[in-house]
């Protein structure tokens, strides 16, 4: 009798199994069961459109380099499948067992071999030090949840937008006295600026604090022979005469992390004039947000300060209109120093 209660008892299971697709095992996953999902995967619109006012974005802002799609289990944060693509427009359908999912797409991300849970991918770093964006590409991340269903395709859509801020230079206006004649723009780079990040959005590691030294890149800085130190995304040469009246306008683009603290990540810039040169600096406030683009018109109207920088900037010496956008529509803010 014993034995007879049992094979009903598994035959019965057998049913419930097989039919019902909310079945849930101890944990509260649906387990039993298979499902199909198909991933739409769509960059961002902010990734893709340029500022309204200038129409510039370099190829080196979207390029794919490498693209994964991993699907992991929303309760447990196991990972359940993965596939690798060789652009945003491909196909990925995976077959799942049923239940709660969480959808994650990375472009040009770091290695994610090693990537087994959930918690796994958000705490692999994108490090800005070292690498050349135009060449290997932004990193992108975005995520989707939804509901594997036997009886349904599941069409999660997963939006993938960069990680970085960015800063332009748009334009530089020479404002000095016409006894000066010129300036030249020698370079910009930027200080208080973070270098890393992790794919979960918890940001490390400021480069330049306060904006002059730092353990990445050795740069020339200042007449004097000082030098400098800095990533490659943080700094461009620039060498260019502007003279009284005239506006050097050839945007120049820099790369950082998100910086939405009190110490402020500052555009600088260094500027000769009658053979001596100056140091400005523009505060960028708390707007360095992920993906989002600020903009930058300064005016030179007086001599800077001295290098070395020793941190007095007096006002009066530039003007600066700065515009943070996520590349579409933002909030603008004029100040003076």
């Known amino acids: 009798m014993k034995r007879i209660v049992y094979v009903l008892w598994t035959m019965f299971a057998f049913v419930v199994s097989c039919n019902d697709e909310d079945a849930l095992d101890n944990r509260g996953e649906n387990v039993v069961g298979e499902g199909v999902m198909s991933v739409l995967l769509q960059v961002d619109a902010p990734c893709v459109k340029a500022l309204s006012d200038y129409d510039v974005v370099l190829g080196g802002e979207s390029k794919v380099e490498s693209l994964e799609v991993l699907v992991f289990d929303r309760i447990s944060g196991r990972l359940e499948r993965s596939a690798m693509l060789s652009s945003i427009n491909d196909e990925c359908v995976f077959e799942l067992p049923v239940g709660a999912k969480i959808v994650y797409a990375v472009v040009n991300g770091p290695d ?39 009886a349904v395709v599941a069409k999660p859509q997963v939006n993938v937008a960069r990680l970085v801020s960015r800063v332009v230079l748009r334009s530089v206006k020479c404002n000095l006295a016409r006894q000066y004649e ?53 700094y ?40 001596h040169q100056y140091y400005y600096r523009v505060p960028l406030d708390k707007g360095l947000k992920a993906n989002v683009s600020c903009a930058v018109d300064a005016v030179i109207t007086n001599l800077g300060a001295p290098l070395p920088p020793d941190g007095v900037i007096q006002k009066g010496e530039i003007r600066a209109t700065v515009v943070i956008e996520d590349w579409s529509v933002g909030n603008l803010y004029n100040a003076e120093f």
Do not use: W
């Open 112 to 150: 994610l071999g090693g990537v087994h849970m959930v918690d796994d991918l958000l705490h692999l770093v994108d490090e800005l030090t070292g690498r050349n964006l135009m060449q290997s590409g932004f990193t992108m991340v975005g995520s989707a949840e939804c509901e594997v269903k036997s």
């Open 182 to 234: 010129k300036m030249t723009l020698d370079c910009a780079f930027l200080g208080n600026a973070y270098v890393c990040q992790t794919l979960g959005g918890t940001v490390s590691v400021m480069a330049n604090i306060g904006g002059y030294q730092d353990a990445g890149k050795t740069l020339p800085i200042g007449l004097d022979g000082t030098l400098g130190r800095c990533p490659e995304s943080l």
């Open 236 to 275: 461009r040469s620039v060498g260019s005469d502007v003279y009284s009246g005239q506006t050097f306008s050839s945007p120049v683009y820099l790369y950082c992390q998100p910086n939405q603290t009190d110490d402020y990540t500052c555009l600088y810039l260094l500027v000769t004039i009658d053979g």
